[in-house]
């Protein structure tokens, strides 16, 4: 019987919906094989993260609260998540793999000399034991990783499970002393920039309207879309040639090399779908394509295909669920 650690990210004094994603990867993996599961918050002044995961099955949390944590920096944040790991004798360590958690996990398999999956999607059972299975080739290939270190470390694709719900019970709360020294880390923390935004994040909403290259700033570019976006509480994506054209920021960017989300409704405007792009969302539950052509591969995804020109159809659709709203 093991015990995994899961990192759980957190905004706002709240476990992000990436972190409860992996503790449902955690229960799987604990219900095939009778481990525990322990929770680690990293942050300053994130006492309140700690009592929000109350219920969710964990023996323990374990909270690093200083200052010096308050940004993360990978090579610290992995300094301080691989000697928690040591010292509760953890033999799996799992979190999201969001910009922080594939920056970070590998410094921790180092730090623990641990074998490694990324991205892992789902769990399969071999005769050597649990594989981890994870896109590769942008998705065109599965392969199933068996580790046989005896600490594994695991990223964990946060769109290919459920948000875990609480299931009661105690979570006992405990301080974590981190030995934190920034000052020697390669990188540190300078400014944080973020996007003044009523939108929901990307890899939390619901909803996401995506813009592609047919979004001509001549036209009108992605303002054609953020009505839309509004009127459905969506968050806004892009597809790389949108943010390489510079018709949107770099962190709009889904896919292969952006981020990877798997809302409920993904509306695919003006975009072609390339596989690069469906490796970011493919996994959405209902995909909605806009296109002037009715021979794009976006098509082969999509549960539901408009041909029109999205500067005539986007505010028509929008007008209708207005109306429909009112
Ligand atoms: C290593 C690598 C990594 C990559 N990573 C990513 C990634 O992470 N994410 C990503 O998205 N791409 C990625 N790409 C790029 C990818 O291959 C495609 O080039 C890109 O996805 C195309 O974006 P697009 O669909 O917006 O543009 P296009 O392929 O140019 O498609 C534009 C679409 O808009 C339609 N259109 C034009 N005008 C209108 C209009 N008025 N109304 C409605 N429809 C209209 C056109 O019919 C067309 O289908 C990567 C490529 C490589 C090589």
Known sequence: MGKILVVIEHDHGQPKKVALATVSFARQVAARRGDSIEFAVLGSGCAGVAEALT????????????????????AVWAKVVSDLAKAIGATAVAAAATSLGKDGLPRVAVRLAAGMASDVVALVDTKAGIAFRRPMWAGNLLGDVVIDTPVQVISVRASAFDVAAPTGGASPVQAFAASVDAGRAAARFVSFEGTASSRPDLNEATIVV?????????????????????????????????????????????????????????????????????????????????????????????????????????????????????
């Open 55 to 74: 219920g969710y099955g964990a023996t323990a949390v374990h909270v690093a609260d200083n200052a010096a944590l308050a940004h993360p920096v990978a």
């Open 210 to 326: 995506s813009g592609g290259r047919g979004l001509k700033p001549e036209r009108g570019g992605f303002k054609v879309i953020e009505p839309l976006a509004d009127v459905l509480g969506a968050a806004i994506g892009a597809s790389r040639a949108a943010v390489d054209d510079g018709y949107a920021p770099n962190d709009y960017q889904i896919g292969q090399t952006g981020k990877v989300v798997a809302p409920q409704l993904y509306l695919a405007i003006a975009i072609s779908g390339a596989v690069q792009h469906l490796a970011g969302m493919k996994n959405s539950k209902v995909i909605v394509a806009i296109n002037t052509r009715d021979d794009e591969p976006i098509f082969k995804v999509a549960d539901y295909g408009l041909q029109g020109d999205a500067f005539v159809v986007v505010p028509e659709l929008v007008q209708k669920l207005k109306a429909l709203r009112s």
